[in-house]
């Protein structure tokens, strides 16, 4: 039996928005597997957030942009620990000359990152640099996507920021638009095909153990649980989402409407406890 802390429970707390004891026993019930315990909560019809950004409380700045084509854009989050760093002039200037310096250099990777030069120095050896001024852990990381036309957005605040690619070049408003829903509404993939069969394995077996507590008849469960699935792949795959700017239609609708073959070939977001 693993043993279970207070940071265990606290963990899942946060993560779950269920009562400290719930989550405890949902823990001991798992053997302390977050994934399984998050699941007996969910067949037990707790509230579940589903909270898919960063987990943990990390602070620091978020931001993005794109290159000078719009063929390609990248997100860099400068993480330390401390808020009071984080909002920080000088950090988040930091921050955006790391971003500019990337852009610049057309990186592409974690490595080609850590190997640029900012303020004459390699970026490896700044951030260690940078540790020893503030006194605070500090590391440096990135996205990346590229194709015919891209988008960034950055929300207020510095803490989260999106980048998505197209197939095909368009205003630039609208491109803007799906990176602020990709911000908003947190999809986890673009369309259907793109969720883990896993993911889908447990959302179906999920779906029967509730209609089951709620004393559907045994032959009706499969097709209950096939209709919560439909409802899952509409509220967390990016196309098929309600858009933002008008619910009456869903994003892959917004896309089309404004020019038939249009849509999104890649997505990343990234949020410090968001």
């Known amino acids: 039996m693993a043993a279970i802390t207070a940071t265990d429970v606290s963990k899942l707390r946060k993560q779950t928005g269920v009562g400290m004891m719930d989550c405890k026993k949902a823990l001991v019930e798992s053997n302390g597997d977050f994934e399984v315990a998050i699941d007996v909560l969910r067949k037990k019809g707790q509230k579940v957030a589903a909270k898919r950004a ?7 700045v978020v931001i993005a942009a794109t290159n000078e ?5 990248i997100i860099i989050s400068l993480n330390c620990e401390t808020d009071f760093v984080a909002k920080n002039d000088d950090f988040i200037t930091l921050a955006y000359k790391i971003l500019e310096v990337a ?6 990777s974690n490595e ?3 190997g640029i030069t900012v303020d004459g120095i390699i970026l490896a050896d700044k951030i260690i640099e940078q540790t020893g001024v503030i006194g605070e852990k500090l590391e440096v990381s990135m996205e990346v996507v590229e194709g015919k036309q891209v988008s960034a957005y950055i929300h207020s605040g510095n803490r989260l920021a999106t980048i998505v690619a197209f197939n095909t070049t368009a205003d630039e408003q609208v491109l803007r638009d799906v990176a602020m829903q990709v911000a908003a509404m947190n999809p986890i993939a673009i369309n259907k095909e793109g969720i883990a069969q896993e993911i889908i394995d447990r959302e179906l077996e999920v779906g029967k153990d509730l209609a089951k507590q709620e004393g559907k008849p045994e032959e009706m469960l499969k ?8 409802k899952f792949f509409k509220e967390n795959t990016l196309l098929n989402q309600a858009f ?4 009456k239609k869903s994003v892959q609708q917004h896309l089309k409407d404004y020019k038939g073959d249009l849509t999104v070939t890649t ?8």
């Open 54 to 60: 960063d987990r943990e409380a990390i602070e620091g």
């Open 69 to 73: 084509g719009n063929s390609k854009a």
């Open 103 to 108: 852009i610049a250099n057309n990186v592409s």
């Open 112 to 114: 080609e990152l850590n």
């Open 223 to 230: 097709k209950i649980a096939l209709g919560r699935l439909n």
């Open 244 to 247: 933002i700017k008008d619910g």
């Open 267 to 274: 997505f990343k977001r990234v949020g410090l406890g968001v």
